[in-house]
T-cell receptor, first 109, second 114 residues
Framework: GIQVEQSPPDLILQEGANSTLRCNFS?????LQWFHQNPWGQLINLFY???GTKQNGRLSATTVATERYSLLYISSSQTTDSGVYFC???????????FGTGTSLTVIP | ETGVTQSPTHLIKTRGQQVTLRCSSQ?????VSWYQQALGQGPQFIFQ???????GRGNFPPRFSGLQFPNYSSELNVNALELDDSALYLC?????????????FGPGTRLTVT
């Protein structure tokens, strides 16, 4: 099956700092989403971004489908940004979704 | 617009028992997917239902089964529970089949098997 790798696995930031999270995938995909999982386990939709660039406030994302990677940018980080960030992809060959390994972000005041 | 809901929120079962988890899809969505998330790991795809038929399955044994109802709600059934089945079970709904669509997740059911 497809491999979905995220980096870095762990990240500690000072409040106000910027960061870039990366998602690499090993096959062509139909769909790519970024999620933030809060401490209670809820997966919150950040971006639906199979290709191109999108921005939402302090967050933005870019997917380069031809090179099989996506980036999530967090600017001016806040303590509420802490949690685990996942990318998830749907492969073109079937109706299956694969989540990445996740990036655990801690923002300290 | 009503979001994805799941019930129950927490559940404790004994090894060998059977469990049924429930999911109501977001209004207007006709596809439901189920995921298992073990502690410290990313969610693993179990299966997907579209128009009451299983339409895609991950690497899970047959004791994991499901149903989708005409109103697009869904159930996940797990038979002969094992200790390793302890996990957060997540349901996601979406509005079309294949070719790219956005999934929305419910809050999950946390299952503990003792």
């Amino acid at each position: 099956g497809i491999q979905v790798e995220q980096s870095p696995p762990d990240l500690i930031l000072q409040e106000g700092a910027n960061s870039t999270l990366r998602c690499n995938f090993s096959d062509s995909v139909n769909n790519l989403q970024w999620f933030h999982q809060n401490p209670w386990g809820q997966l919150i939709n950040l971006f639906y971004i199979p290709s191109g660039t999108k921005q939402n406030g302090r967050l933005s994302a870019t997917t380069v489908a031809t090179e099989r990677y996506s980036l999530l940018y967090i600017s001016s980080s806040q303590t509420t940004d802490s949690g685990v960030y996942f990318c998830a992809v749907e492969v073109r060959t079937g109706n299956q979704f694969y989540f990445g390994t996740g990036t655990s972000l801690t923002v300290i005041p | 617009e009503t979001g994805v809901t799941q019930s129950p929120t927490h559940l404790i079962k004994t090894r060998g028992q059977q469990v049924t988890l429930r999911c109501s899809s977001q209004s207007g969505h006709n596809t439901v997917s189920w995921y298992q998330q073990a502690l410290g790991q990313g969610p693993q795809f179990i299966f997907q239902y579209y128009r009451e038929e299983e339409n895609g399955r991950g690497n899970f044994p047959p004791r994991f089964s499901g149903l989708q109802f005409p109103n697009y709600s869904s159930e996940l059934n797990v038979n002969a529970l094992e200790l390793d089945d302890s996990a957060l079970y997540l349901c996601a709904s979406s509005s079309s089949l294949g070719g790219g669509y956005e999934q929305y997740f419910g809050p999950g059911t946390r299952l503990t098997v003792t």
